[in-house]
Nanobody
Framework: QLQLVESGGGLVQPGGSLRLSCAASGFTFDYPTIGWFRQAPGREREGVSCISTIDGSTYYADSVKGRCTIPRDNDNAMVYLQLNSLHPEHTAIYYC???????????????????????WGQGTQVTVSS
């Protein structure tokens, strides 16, 4: 059973940065793509970025390109989400998830469908406010 645990959320001022962490354990080799989603109050959960733990290929949603990176640490089964230049509209619960499909699949679709992600963490709250 694959388990994902997020951490690193909190309160950050507008213009600030935050790094979220996702710790994976269990059968991670069956689901080699780790993705980050966010869900703002009253809105649908949307894909932000994902990375292959096999070859490091990535996908970024247009809304975060240039302000976000998704580093990984395979030795410690960790994937991070570095968020920069945060604004109040980025306030959301951020979820870590795992999928079989590789990032090029999401690049071709230019979206990360939730239905392709099989495992989810409990989420971590990010609040951007002064």
């Amino acid at each position: 059973q694959l388990q994902l645990v997020e951490s690193g959320g909190g309160l950050v001022q507008p213009g600030g940065s935050l790094r979220l962490s996702c710790a994976a354990s269990g059968f991670t080799f069956d689901y080699p793509t780790i993705g980050w989603f966010r869900q703002a109050p009253g809105r649908e959960r949307e894909g932000v970025s994902c990375i292959s733990t096999i070859d490091g290929s990535t996908y970024y949603a247009d809304s975060v390109k240039g302000r976000c990176t998704i580093p990984r640490d395979n030795d410690n089964a960790m994937v991070y989400l570095q968020l920069n230049s945060l604004h109040p509209e980025h306030t959301a619960i951020y979820y870590c998830s795992a999928a079989r499909s590789a990032p090029p699949v999401f690049q071709a679709m230019d979206v990360m469908p939730k239905k392709l992600y099989n495992y989810w963490g409990q989420g971590t709250q990010v609040t951007v406010s002064s």
